[in-house]
């Protein structure tokens, strides 16, 4: 598996704390499923590859495994929340590391069609909406549990 010493996802796959336990949706072969921090978007997750890699053509023989792993966990968010849709993210500007964000989007939101990335900078300047962003309909543990349920149900492979 290729590491990087220097990038802070590499460290947390090195670090068996590395993510707090109860945030650990799915451990998979080439990934690990994190409930993100922004849960207004119940259910929202973050999908890391075990791998150091800054660009899907870089996963090699691993990249067909690395995306079925992203739509099983696409697949059980829609299952658990029921969004209206799902937004797919693959960045890597901040840190050049593959992950994937997957943010459920909601009819109840105020504004469906907003790009969240706004959403989530204007939350970052102002306290008081950031502890709003990270509330969702759900407890944490809760969502954690159900996508854990679904997952463990419809047979996710697990590292």
Not at 21 to 46: K, M, N
Request: glycine share 6%.
């Amino acid at each position: 598996m290729a590491h990087d010493p220097n990038c802070p996802f590499c460290q947390k796959l090195a670090d068996p704390n590395g993510w707090p336990e109860g945030d650990v949706v799915w451990r998979f072969p080439h990934s690990v499923a994190i409930l993100g921090e922004w849960q207004q978007y119940t259910g929202y997750c973050v999908l890391v590859a075990r791998d150091h890699a800054t660009e899907l053509s870089d996963l090699g023989e691993h990249r067909a495994a690395f995306l079925d792993e992203m739509a099983r966990l696409a697949e059980a968010i829609g299952a658990c929340f029921r969004p209206l849709k799902l937004n797919y993210e693959l960045l890597g500007n901040q840190v050049p590391h593959l992950h994937w964000h997957i943010f459920p989007r909601y009819a109840t939101e105020s504004d469906s069609r907003r790009v969240v990335w706004f959403a989530l900078e204007e939350a970052n300047a102002d306290t008081t909406k950031k502890r709003h962003m990270a509330l969702g309909t759900v407890p944490r543990a809760e969502a954690v549990a159900r996508l854990r349920e679904w997952l463990t149900n419809n047979g996710a492979p697990a590292a």
